[in-house]
């Protein structure tokens, strides 16, 4: 649904008073014909930070990167970013820097680049021959002006450790909202001035600053998840400097931000998102090849759906004990709702088999059990960056209201988006520079957004809207079940993202692609 007319309206009064103040105001560009001149005016007041690159082991060039804290003041306190390059393997044909977001937000950027620049469906060597491969941890983030929320790590594990499981009754969500409260206090005792300045949109200031430092005249992208985000965002704030963006697993980008209309205040993040309806769909595609796997799925025998119906109300009752673990309600339903790997479909199946086999049984019934551990600052990011970009909804009703209205719609998994982002709800710090809109300010060249069909975390319709509100763009439509290219194995994605990144051509119109595989093959 967009936003309404008065809406429109409030939007483009925002949209001037940002061109005019906070975000920047537009400076002479050399851009092309049709494109937008803007250009975010505290960017350009920054320094090029000066990279200074060694070997990092296993091929890896190492640097770090000083940018401001505070680009409203650049010539103030630095921070430094962890940046990591993997160097186009043909120099002689090389054409440029691609960089990497690979979602979250909140994971390290360094550590997934290490890990999955060689996972051919993502990274072809053909792609690595003509690109540095770059990423960074973002502001915030792991080695880069990390959010910290407790004085020691044995603190950090304890409290989130404790944090209650989803609640499933009005009478579980008081001691929920209590821990969501306590931890958001933690953050703004703890974290230090990197709170206030957490935001995507100085994210988007460090990339460019990143793409002046590696001597790129415009950037060449690909954003993954919440990286789609980043890449809008950047976008609307230098669209002369784009030269191919790739939006791969893609958001609602304003829905993301602001909600349409008046859901900002009135609906939780991940509801206005329907990430519910989009976990319901994938699990429903999920069971489907299950059954038609065959043995080659564990869950496959009888009716899958009927079995899933059997185990998830059978565990409302009391937890289930597997291979000496309790598995509560909530816990089932959050491993059923982790869908964005495909390649752990067959690992899920026989995990649903287990529980629906000992589910029946006396020794199945067990007191529930706590204590999961945590390592690295990922939710303490997570929450800085995503509570500084979005307006949600701050009276605990409206998640009350929702679990019970998102339970009627969406049974089992309706919950999940009510109480994903609770945390929010109480957080204080606050960063001026956020970006708001607008999102389709025209760029230098057209954007491909990639999805799945069945995509549990950025549903197919989130990513139509989002491409929708961009200026230019094209969505390409995975045939399969799962969260982005990254997760969801397709040659064909890869060669329509590396021809459009080698050429900044789109493909013709009408362009699918079908995955390289059934997970249980």
């Known amino acids: 649904?967009?936003?309404?007319?008065?809406?429109?309206?409030?939007?483009?009064?925002?949209?001037?008073?940002?061109?005019?103040?906070?975000?920047?105001?537009?400076?002479?560009?050399?851009?092309?014909?049709?494109?937008?001149?803007?250009?975010?005016?505290?960017?350009?007041?920054?320094?090029?930070?000066?990279?200074?690159?060694?070997?990092?082991?296993?091929?890896?060039?190492?640097?770090?990167?000083?940018?401001?804290?505070?680009?409203?003041?650049?010539?103030?306190?630095?921070?430094?970013l962890a940046v990591i390059k993997l160097p186009a393997t043909d120099p002689s044909h090389r054409i440029g820097t691609l960089f990497v977001n690979f979602g979250g937000p909140g994971p390290s950027g360094v550590d997934r680049l290490r890990e999955r620049v060689r996972w051919p469906w993502l990274f072809s060597d053909e792609l690595r021959s003509r690109f540095d491969v770059v990423s960074w941890d973002s502001r915030s983030v792991a080695r880069s002006a990390a959010v910290r929320c407790f004085p020691t790590v044995d603190e950090q594990l304890v409290f989130l450790g404790s944090m209650p499981e989803m609640p499933t009754a009005a009478s579980e969500e008081a001691p929920f909202y209590d821990w969501s409260r306590e931890f958001a206090d933690r953050c703004v005792q703890q974290a230090g001035p990197i709170l206030n300045h957490a935001s995507t949109a100085n994210t988007a200031r460090d990339l460019d600053l990143l793409r002046r430092a590696v001597g790129d005249p415009k950037l060449t992208y690909h954003g993954i998840s919440y990286g789609t985000q980043l890449g809008a965002i950047y976008a609307n704030m230098f669209p002369s400097r784009v030269r191919a963006l790739v939006f791969d697993g893609s958001m609602d980008f304003e829905g993301s931000a602001n909600g349409h209309g008046a859901q900002g205040t009135t609906v939780p993040l991940d509801t206005r998102q329907d990430v519910a309806g989009a976990i319901a769909a994938t699990f429903d595609a999920f069971l489907q090849q299950c059954s038609a796997a065959g043995p080659r799925c564990a869950f496959s025998s009888g009716d899958p759906r009927l079995k899933w119906t059997a185990l998830a109300e059978r565990a409302r009752l009391a937890p289930i004990r597997v291979d000496g673990q309790a598995w509560t309600y909530t816990a089932i339903l959050?491993?059923?709702?982790?869908?964005?790997?495909?390649?752990?479909?067959?690992?899920?199946?026989?995990?649903?088999?287990?529980?629906?086999?000992?589910?029946?049984?006396?020794?199945?019934?067990?007191?529930?059990?706590?204590?999961?551990?945590?390592?690295?600052?990922?939710?303490?990011?997570?929450?800085?960056?995503?509570?500084?970009?979005?307006?949600?909804?701050?009276?605990?009703?409206?998640?009350?209201?929702?679990?019970?209205?998102?339970?009627?719609?969406?049974?089992?998994?309706?919950?999940?988006?009510?109480?994903?982002?609770?945390?929010?709800?109480f957080w204080q710090a606050r960063d001026a520079?956020?970006?708001?809109?607008?999102?389709?300010?025209?760029?230098?060249?057209?954007?491909?957004?990639?999805?799945?069909?069945?995509?549990?975390?950025?549903?197919?319709?989130?990513?139509?809207?989002?491409?929708?509100?961009?200026?230019?763009?094209?969505?390409?439509?995975?045939?399969?079940?799962?969260?982005?290219?990254?997760?969801?194995?397709?040659?064909?994605?890869?060669?329509?993202?590396?021809?459009?990144?080698?050429?900044?051509?789109?493909?013709?119109q009408g362009t699918g692609c079908a995955i390289d595989k059934s997970p249980f093959d």
């Open 433 to 508: 520079d956020r970006y708001t809109g607008p999102w389709n300010r025209r760029t230098a060249a057209p954007i491909l957004v990639l999805n799945s069909r069945f995509d549990p975390a950025t549903p197919l319709s989130g990513a139509s809207a989002g491409a929708a509100q961009l200026a230019s763009a094209q969505v390409v439509v995975i045939e399969g079940a799962g969260h982005s290219s990254m997760y969801v194995p397709s040659a064909c994605a890869e060669r329509v993202k590396r021809e459009y990144l080698v050429t900044g051509g789109l493909p013709p």
């Open 1 to 80: 649904m967009g936003p309404n007319r008065s809406h429109r309206i409030r939007r483009a009064v925002t949209a001037l008073v940002v061109g005019a103040g906070v975000l920047g105001t537009p400076v002479s560009a050399s851009a092309e014909d049709g494109v937008d001149a803007y250009v975010d005016r505290l960017a350009q007041a920054a320094d090029t930070p000066a990279l200074q690159w060694s070997d990092c082991q296993d091929g890896f060039q190492c640097s770090s990167a000083k940018v401001p804290l505070d680009y409203n003041q650049p010539q103030r306190e630095q921070i430094e």
């Open 334 to 425: 959050n491993a059923a709702a982790s869908l964005s790997q495909s390649s752990t479909y067959p690992d899920l199946a026989v995990l649903l088999q287990k529980l629906f086999d000992a589910g029946t049984t006396i020794p199945g019934l067990l007191p529930v059990a706590h204590g999961a551990s945590y390592l690295g600052n990922r939710t303490e990011a997570y929450h800085a960056i995503q509570c500084t970009d979005s307006v949600v909804p701050t009276d605990t009703g409206v998640y009350s209201r929702a679990a019970v209205s998102e339970d009627l719609r969406v049974p089992y998994f309706g919950r999940v988006a009510v109480f994903s982002s609770t945390t929010c709800a």
